[in-house]
Structure formats: C-alpha cells, structure tokens
C-alpha cells in the first residue's frame, strides 16, 4: 500500500478534490455551515472559486458556464438551496451543455442552522438525478460520476451532503485522472435554452424521458452496492446512515444506495425478496420508504421519534430494535455568545435598553437572542429583517410600531437584505423605520468569508465594492448614518433614539471590524491601498 | 478484528480542541490505520462547547464515536466534564488539565498539546510519529513550544503509569477524581 497516497481530507475537502482533478472550470457559491470549505479549498488547491453575494447568483453563474460547455460546481447549505430554487427547477429543464454539480449540505440536528428541511425533496420536485456520498472517498468518486452523469444526459446534477459527511475527515485515495473536460464554447441552442412557454413545454418532456433513462439506468449502476450478511434481516440506507448502520448491524445484509433519484426500484425490490425483514434506516425525513412502498415493496421505516435531529449508532440500534422509550437528554454544553470585544454588544445593549421589537436575521449577532442581551424578536432566514420588521411596522399599533427595528449584518444584508431596503422606501410604514446594518466587513459566523461589500474576492484580492450608505442613499433615503459603537461611550444609544423618534426611515451602519479577523483585515486593506497607488501611478490607458 | 479506539477531545471554543484533533487524526494516519475525524465547529469561535471525536482501528465506520464507547475523554477546560462525561465508556479514561503542570508549560495555549502527550503515553503510536505530526501541524516557531509541552505531557503520564502500576492502582483514578471535583 503506498502510504503516500493516503490522505486526510473533509467530505468538503474531498468535493474540492475531485472538482480540481476533473477539470471543473468554475467554483461559485455563498458561504454556508457546512458547505463553506469547498470552494475555500478548491481555491487553494489552484481552482477558480468565486462567492457570490448570494445562492441564486451563483447558481446563475454556474448554470451560464454550464451553457458554455464547462464543467462547474455551485455549492450552498441547504436553505441556500430555497434561495437558489428558482434558477435550479428550470435549468433542469433547459440541461446543460458542460457539466453542472449543485451540492446541497444539509444540516440535520441543526448544527449550526434553523431549520433540518431534507433537500432530497428538491431533487424529486424539480426532476434532478441526485448522489448521496457517504464518507470523503465517496464525495471524491461521486463526483466523477456526478460529472459523467452531468455531461452523459445533460443535466444539472445535485450532489447531496449532510454535516457529518462534509466535516468528518475520513481517509481518500485519489485515483489518476485523464478525464479532460472539452474546451468551453457556444453553441446556439435557441429551443433548448429559452423557456418561454412554447419551448418550455417539450422541455419538460424531455426531462421526463431523461429520467425515465437514468432510472433504468439506475438498476445497474456500481453508486448502489449490496453489503452481503445474512438472510434475516435487510437493510436499506444512503449517506452517514450507512456508515451507523454498519457498525450497529454488522451482519444484516445492506443495500447501499449512492444514487438516490431517480431511485433504482426494481433493484430494491428484488434486494427486498432476498431478507426476511427489510427495515429502511434513513436520517430526516421518510423519503426513501415513502418512495419504495408507493411502489408496493413492503418495508419497514422509523419511528417518528427518530426524524428528529441526526441519527447516529446508538440510535441505529434503537431503530432496529424498535426502541420507542424516551431517549436519554444530551447533557448541556456551554452555549456560543458574542465575543467579549464585539461591537455587537453595544448595540444590542441599546436595543435591550430601550425595549425596542428587533427583527432579527442571520449572522453571529442572532447570539443577541441570549443572555444578557435577550434582544431579538425574531430570526427567520437570510435577510427576513427587513421584511418582517417593515411588516410589524405596518400593522402594530403606533406606540408599539415605533420601537420596531431590523438588524441585519454585513453580507446577509447584500445577500438578500437589498431587496428589503427596496421594499422599505417602496412601502414606507407610516412611523418611518429603522435598520440597524451591523457592518463587520467579513462574514463572521461561517468563518469569515469576503463579500460584495468587503470590496475583496474569495482570495481576499481587491475587487469591486458595494458601499452600503451610497447604496442607501442612491435609494432616496435621507438619515443614512455610519457610526463606529464604541465602549464607554453613548453616542450609538443617542444616534438610535433620534432614529426612532424622528418617524422618517432611518439607516444605521455599525461598523466596525469583526475583532477576530481585524489585523487580517488590515494586512488585505494595505495591499488594496498599494494596489490603488500602484494603479494611479501607472501611465492611464490610451 | 481490532478494536476500533474511541478518543474525544473537548473544550471550549478558541482552545485548539479541533487543532488537537488534527494531530490526533494525523499519527494515526500516520500509523497506517484507518481513522475518522468528526466534529461540530459553526459555533467553535463563539466561546461555546466544542467536541471532536476521532476513532481509528483496522476499519472505522461511523465517525461519531458512540456515548459510552469513548475509551479516553480529554477535556481542556474542567467545566466541560460534566457535559462530555457520558460519552466515556466503564473502565475509559478521563485526562483533564490537572494531568499536567500548567507552571511548566512554554505557555497556557498549549495545553492542548500537553494533554495529546499524557494520551500519547497510553496510546500505540511511536513518538517519532507524534513529532512529525507536530511538525506538520504546527508552523516554523510555533512546533519548538508544542513539542516541549507534548513531551512534558508525554513523560509525566509515563512516569505516573508507572509508580501507579507499582501501587496496582488504575492509572488514571487520580486524573479521574480531581476532573470531578474541578
């Protein structure tokens, strides 16, 4: 065995990998726990890896390189995916010239998300062939045969991950590869490509005969495998599961599955044939024995205790064992909370003081939420501040109406906190508004990540930058204010209360750098400022 | 078969839990056995309860390391007993921050290290695999502090398990009882 050859990687890591072994001529995506390391690596490793300023975007970029013949990976956590939704239904209507992966990581157990939704869902709605890897060798050669896939019938393909697989580090042998994608180039494929109804119609006739091909396909393909064990018991898994299945029921009899839509039916039912009892072990939702016994194979599924939250060995073997006594409570850990230092503080500090209803959003500072701030009134997704506290302005009556306020972050707000601010000089609420934009120039939470409104690329190169107050600005808004919280001081607090009793709509941009990453920051600020003397110094252009 | 060896590390976010883990994964890589690492990191840098398991053995499936089943538990912080302590199995031992002088160590941001070093004394793994994996985990100035902290660890574990031995006592009864009482 060469040892050498032997390496530690991520599930993410291992995604990354193979992306760059197989050519893929472009990466784009928005950070998300736990998908965020796989364009990061795909970077390192030599890839071209873009962020975009949110998942739809990207998965736009890489459905046009997908046009143009290239190979290309989008990547997003699994609510990115409702984000991305729109494009991903018709692109798998219009297929693809080049080859396109669109990896899900889903987040059951709620790691570091809020919400478990299983997006194996989205491949049976929007008709998608869908892979599930159930450790880093796996993600590795899923890839390969995601990219075959991809290119063979002309589809997006979604390449489906949960937390365990991208973030446990299980060992890959990479295998030599030879398999050089075709040089990008268009070709004109009017019918195909622009759905108006007319063409959209046989569109979808076709992508319903392509998966009527890939099912059929499906029945002999090498991604599902049988674990040979005895006749008694059958088992019928994907992804992690299968890796707790076969250290909690190390002689049943398994059948594997890798590529899970369209589901190789008449495989699982002569797989079924073969065991006495034939249980399906699956995390999240009933999705694969929902599949097989609308087919009339009988099996056996989880109890609905078991949807809930991960699924690990120690719960395997209560599944098997049709365990339904209440399951033991995890002790308590130290909850996160804001970092001692952040700016953060002050600010929900002043929301607290002053009683105000936050509309809260996505980032590090939903730790607002807990104690000693207890400061935030809701958090439902990725720029859902804005609406929602423009929505509570509208109906509440006016001495509630006026403690309303929407804190959103720096990246979630170009994410999709724009469209909000549209909405609030649209639809002004009769109290005015505010919006606190808490500008740390990094996106903290998911490990700092650049953004639109850093002015930095993934590779922390200087590129174009959204400016948030010009942007406010150039919306028509008039009390637009930068301010830096400091400690000690109550300048934020009086900013807030002239904001709230002004009854105008009002913008506050709280910046400051995140103290994690700050001297970073001013190492990449640096290089941008030589960047910009180098560039004016330069002869200008003829 | 050999037995898989269940090992999880736990911490506080910022205290190099997942660092350790790295180089965990990284000798038993190193020592040719099949290894996985897993853990949960999205809110590591919040100063929130961060764990790591790391299981090798001829063949490792799940990477989660099952409660109960955790041959050694080490924890960097005392508090983080009590929330992790259901994951060792009967008989597993429990390494604790009192398992080494803190007065000796280079610095109080390798205690981590210091800490792989007494479970490196219980462990298969040769030292020279434990020396390039610190190398390889630890850049330019940072490897000489790690090094001395993992060999303070490493020798002083020996040296318990073996006046201990002497007195047929478990070897880590003493480490066990002051982690409960921190």
């Not at chain 1, 018991?233 to 398994?254: K, Q």
């Not at chain 1, 929900?348 to 936050?358: N, S, Y």
């Amino acid at each position: 065995m060469n040892e050498s050859n032997r390496l530690l990687l991520s599930g993410d890591e291992a995604i990354a990998l193979a992306a760059r072994h197989a050519g893929v001529a472009l990466g784009a995506g928005y950070p998300g726990t736990p998908s965020t390391e796989i364009l990061e690596y795909f970077h390192e490793l030599g890839g071209h890896a873009q962020w975009s300023p949110n998942e739809k975007v990207a998965l736009e970029v890489t459905i046009g390189a997908a046009f143009g013949g290239a190979r290309a990976l989008c990547t997003m956590k699994h609510v990115g995916l409702n984000v991305a939704s729109d494009p991903l239904f018709t692109a798998a209507y219009t297929g693809v010239t080049g080859a396109l992966i669109v990896v899900s990581a889903d987040d059951p157990g709620m790691a570091s998300s809020q919400n478990e939704q299983d997006n194996r869902r989205y491949a049976v709605a929007a008709g998608l062939p869908m892979l599930e890897p159930s450790d880093s060798q796996e993600a590795y050669d899923f890839m390969f045969a995601a990219i075959e896939l991809s290119e063979r019938w002309k589809i997006p393909v979604l390449f489906r991950v949960t937390t365990r697989v991208c973030h446990s580090y299980t060992v890959v042998r990479p295998r030599q590869t030879d398999s050089a994608p075709k040089p990008p180039s268009f070709e004109r494929d009017v019918l195909g490509r622009v759905m108006i109804p007319a063409y959209a119609r046989p569109a979808h006739r076709r992508l319903r005969q392509k998966l009527t091909e890939m099912q059929e396909w499906n029945e002999h393909c090498e991604l599902n495998r049988i674990v040979q064990g005895g006749q008694s018991l059958g088992i019928i898994t994907s992804g992690i599961s299968f890796m707790h299945v076969r250290e909690a029921a190390p002689d049943a009899r398994v059948l594997k599955l890798g590529f899970t839509h369209p589901l190789p039916l008449k495989k699982i039912a002569q797989f079924v044939k073969s065991v006495g009892r034939c249980l399906v072990i699956e995390e999240g939702d009933p999705y694969l024995v929902e599949a097989i016994r609308a087919e009339g194979i009988p099996v056996e599924g989880k109890a609905d205790q078991y949807r809930f939250g991960e699924l690990d060995v120690a719960r395997v073997r209560r599944i098997l064992n049709n365990d339904l006594s209440p399951e033991p409570a995890k002790p308590p850990g130290k909850p996160p909370q804001l970092c001692d230092a952040c700016q953060y503080r002050i600010v929900f500090e002043a929301l607290r003081k002053k009683d105000c209803i936050v509309a809260g959003d996505i980032g590090c500072y939903t730790l607002g939420v807990l104690q000693p701030f207890e400061a935030m009134d809701s958090c439902v997704c990725m720029g859902a501040s804005l609406g929602v506290g423009l929505g509570l302005r509208h109906v509440l009556p006016p001495d509630q109406a006026r403690r309303v306020v929407s804190v959103i972050g720096d990246s979630t707000f170009v994410h999709s906190g724009i469209s909000g601010l549209v909405e609030m000089v649209y639809n002004p609420p009769p109290n005015g508004h505010v919006l606190i934009i808490l500008d740390n120039s990094t996106t903290a939470m998911t490990g700092h990540q650049e953004h639109p409104g850093t002015g930095r690329t993934l590779s922390h190169e200087p590129t174009g930058k959204v400016v948030i107050e010009d942007l406010a600005r150039s919306l028509g808004i008039r009390r637009v204010h930068v301010i830096e919280p400091r400690f000690g001081s109550d300048e934020f607090d009086r900013l807030l209360t002239d904001c709230l009793e002004s009854g105008e709509l009002a913008v506050i941009i709280a910046r400051r750098p995140c103290i994690l990453v700050v001297n970073q920051l001013k190492k990449y600020e640096e290089q941008r400022c030589e960047c910009n003397a180098a560039q004016a110094a330069a002869p200008a252009p003829g | 078969m050999t037995k898989v060896t269940n090992i999880v590390v736990a911490g506080l976010g910022g205290q190099g839990v997942l660092k350790g883990t790295d180089i965990l994964a990284d000798v038993a890589l190193r020592a040719g056995y099949d290894v996985k690492k897993s853990e949960i990191k999205g809110m590591s840098q919040r100063g929130g309860s961060v764990t790591g398991d790391v299981r090798f053995g001829k063949q490792v499936f799940s990477p989660m390391v099952p409660a109960g089943e955790a041959d050694f538990l080490l924890v960097l912080e005392p508090t983080q007993v009590k929330p992790q302590r259901h994951m060792l199995r009967p008989g597993g031992v429990l390494i604790t921050p009192d398992a080494v002088r803190a007065d000796q160590l280079p610095n109080k941001r390798t205690l981590n290290v210091a800490l792989l070093g007494v479970l490196s004394a219980h462990l298969p793994m040769a030292e020279d695999q434990w020396l390039a994996a610190l190398r390889e985990g630890f850049a330019g100035s940072f490897f000489e502090g790690n090094q001395k902290a993992f060999l303070i660890g490493r020798k002083g574990q020996r040296e318990e398990v073996q006046s201990l031995k002497s007195n047929d006592q478990s070897p880590m009864t003493k480490a066990r009882d002051s982690g409960e009482t921190a």
